[in-house]
């Protein structure tokens, strides 16, 4: 493409083009996420206004950036599609580096009682009851129940909060309890991503998971002491809060990465890996779910459990006969 001598104004109206709208334009498939879109083939792929961020690659930018990435296009193509090929002259930019104001974080209202979330978590995803009652007795886990002004429905949501060394709530990760289609997840905004929800314990182990219920998952499927060790879910795959724990707990010695078994899991952990690489007092250990993830796993072993035990009772009844 030959050389275009955009102005300043043409470069930045092209840079603050409103992505979800230009998308769809381009018949790109996106997923409404909370106050952003997530890209249908790549759900680490964050949208909102024009601003994208890959939590995968812990890389992010703006409109121009996007468009180059996704479509393969040189600079000057970026900007000429991004303006629907029309290049104008005159361009009115009056709000375009207006900074918006940081909403404040505030944690979802609660419902009355959690009977959803603890039916979710134990028939849908096999947890145990006790581990659910823990982490609610210390209102890291609870149910809200919040109205959706599009259509005036009711949502009720798991809501895992994470709270800093002086025991403010300054995270909080919802995950919606419908077994309809798929089912809402992401963070509040505002939260603090270095405080997602977590577990101090006295051990100088540190365990890294990518989602509160992978957590839970795993603590379920290993041993009975687990509160002696120390536990994060990232809430995602930045690792704001994993740093965050070995900042406030210097005892920490073995990193143990538990992230999910898929392509961009396995991204990720190379790249957290190489974080910790940096701090040579760290020890890295890598230990990957046989499935997809650990909940995958602890409803396979909830299944295997269930089919011994209907093989057990139907030995029994034979016996009688």
């Avoid at 992401?186 to 990518?210: C, I, K, M, Q, T």
């Avoid at 290993?222 to 994993?242: E, F, K, P, R």
Wanted: aromatic letters at 10%.
């Amino acid at each position: 493409m030959p050389y275009i001598p955009f102005t300043e104004e043409q470069k930045l109206m092209a840079a603050s083009v409103d992505l979800p709208t230009f998308l769809k334009k381009q018949g790109i498939g996106l997923k409404k996420s909370g106050h952003e879109y997530r890209l249908e083939d790549d759900p680490y792929i964050t949208i909102k206004g024009n601003k994208w961020f890959d939590q995968a690659e812990q890389r992010g930018g703006n409109a121009i950036s996007f468009a180059r990435r996704l479509f393969g296009l040189s600079f000057p193509e970026a900007v000429t599609m991004l303006l629907d090929g029309d290049v104008p002259s005159v361009l009115d930019i009056s709000d375009c580096a207006v900074p918006k104001e940081k909403k404040k974080f505030e944690l979802p209202t609660k419902y009355p009682n959690m009977r959803r979330v603890f039916a979710y978590l134990i028939k849908q995803r096999k947890i145990p009851s006790e581990l659910i009652a823990y982490f609610a007795k210390r209102r890291m886990l609870y149910e809200s129940a919040e109205l959706c002004p599009k259509n005036g429905k009711v949502y009720h949501n798991a809501v895992f909060v994470g709270y800093d060394i002086n025991g403010i709530p300054r995270h909080a990760h919802k995950r919606g309890l419908t077994n309809i289609g798929a089912a809402f997840r992401g963070n509040v905004e505002g939260s603090d991503p270095a405080y997602s929800f977590h577990h101090v314990g006295s051990s100088e182990n540190l365990y890294v998971f990518e989602a509160p219920i992978d957590m839970m998952s795993f603590i379920a499927l290993t041993s009975d002491d687990w509160m002696h060790h120390n536990y994060v879910a990232l809430c995602g795959v930045a690792d704001h809060a994993m740093k965050q724990m070995l900042e406030t707990n210097p005892s920490i010695k073995t990193v143990t990465l538990c992230l999910d078994n898929d392509d961009r899991g396995i991204q990720a952990t190379g790249r957290l890996r190489a974080v910790l690489h940096l701090q040579e007092s760290i020890n890295v250990n890598i230990l990957l779910p046989k499935g997809k993830d650990w909940n995958e796993d602890l409803q396979m072993v909830a299944e295997f459990e269930n089919i011994a035990a209907s093989n057990q009772t139907h030995h029994e009844m034979q016996i009688c006969e």
